[in-house]
Structures are given as C-alpha cells and as structure tokens.
C-alpha cells in the first residue's frame, strides 16, 4: 500500500483538517460574492424586477451547490471511514 502523507488516521488533525477545508471554504466564498456582484452589477444598471430576478437566480443557484456541496462531504466522510478501517478496496482503485 502507498504511503500517504495526507493520512487523516495519523499525526496532526487540526493542519491536514485546514489543508483540507481552504478549497472548499474558497469555493462557497467566491459563489457567494458572485451572486453578491450579480446584484451589485443589475442594481445599478438594470431594474427592480432585474433585480429580484438575479436574488432569485442566485438563491437557486447556492442551493444547487451548497446541496452538491454537502453531498461531496458526505461521501468524503465514507470514503474516510473505510480509509481509516484499512479498507481501501471499498473505495476503489486509489
């Protein structure tokens, strides 16, 4: 079996934790200030109804990803389990 300096079963959680959760803290931040320019840009450009349109787009849209979002974790929480069982052939192929 490869050795995996990322092994979360090992050494220092609270760093591999932060490596691991910058990406996916970066992601919502930036979807967040999309929908936050979305509105900004509409509001001074367009209309009230242009307006409310984009708030409702981008709540869409943050749900869509917050739930795919959520559902990645999900499954990274499996995957870690097995990892962590010495399972690694109910992963797949790493």
């Keep these: 079996m490869l050795e995996n300096k990322n092994d979360f ?9 932060i490596k691991f959760m910058i990406p996916i803290l970066g992601a919502l931040v930036l979807q967040a200030m999309y929908g936050a320019v979305d509105i900004l840009v ?3 450009f367009g209309t009230t109804a242009g307006i409310s349109g984009v708030s409702t787009g981008s709540s869409i ?3 869509v990803t917050f739930t795919i979002t959520g559902l990645t974790m999900g499954v990274t929480v499996v995957m ?6 010495k399972k690694p052939e109910k992963v797949g192929r790493l």
Excluded: D
């Design 61 to 63: 849209v943050n749900l």
């Design 9 to 17: 079963t090992q050494g220092n959680i609270a760093s591999k934790l």
């Design 80 to 85: 870690g389990q097995y990892l962590g069982e």
């Design 42 to 44: 509409v509001g001074w």
